[in-house]
Nanobody, 116 residues
Framework: VQLQASGGGLVQAGGSLRLSCAAS????????ITWFRQAPGKEREFVAA????????FYADSVKGRFTISRDNSRKMVYLQMKRLQPEDTAVYYC??????????WGQGTQITVSS
C-alpha cells in the first residue's frame, strides 16, 4: 500500500482544515488507517484511526469532538476533518496503514500550522 497525504496549511485558531490520505496498491481490506502527528521536539502521537472494513473509528482524547476521520471506499481515500483548530494542533500529520499481519505503510507528512 502506498499512501499520499495532502491538505495541510496555515490556519488561524478556531479554523478548520481537511486532510486527505490517498491509498494505492493492494486492497485495504482489514487495514487500520491511522493519522499520527508530530510536533517539533515531541514524540509522534496518535490522532485518529478508522478500520477500513467496518468503519469503526477511534480518537485521541485531545481531538475528540473536534476531529472526524472518515473513508471513501470507492476512492480509497481517508479524510481527517479538523475543526476548532488550536495552536497545540500544530504538527506534521502522517497517515499510516497497518494490517494485522504486520504490513505497514506511511505517507509523507503534511504540515499544519495553527496561528493564535
Amino acid at each position: 500500500v502506498q499512501l499520499q497525504a495532502s491538505g495541510g496549511g496555515l490556519v488561524q485558531a478556531g479554523g478548520s482544515l481537511r486532510l486527505s490520505c490517498a491509498a494505492s496498491g493492494r486492497t485495504l481490506s482489514n487495514y487500520m488507517i491511522t493519522w499520527f502527528r508530530q510536533a517539533p521536539g515531541k514524540e509522534r502521537e496518535f490522532v485518529a484511526a478508522i478500520r477500513w472494513s467496518g468503519g469503526g473509528t477511534f480518537y485521541a482524547d485531545s481531538v475528540k469532538g473536534r476531529f472526524t476521520i472518515s473513508r471513501d471506499n470507492s476512492r480509497k481515500m481517508v479524510y481527517l476533518q479538523m475543526k476548532r483548530l488550536q495552536p497545540e494542533d500544530t504538527a506534521v500529520y502522517y497517515c499510516n496503514a497497518k494490517h494485522p499481519r504486520g504490513y505497514e505503510s506511511w505517507g509523507q507528512g503534511t504540515q499544519i500550522t495553527v496561528s493564535s
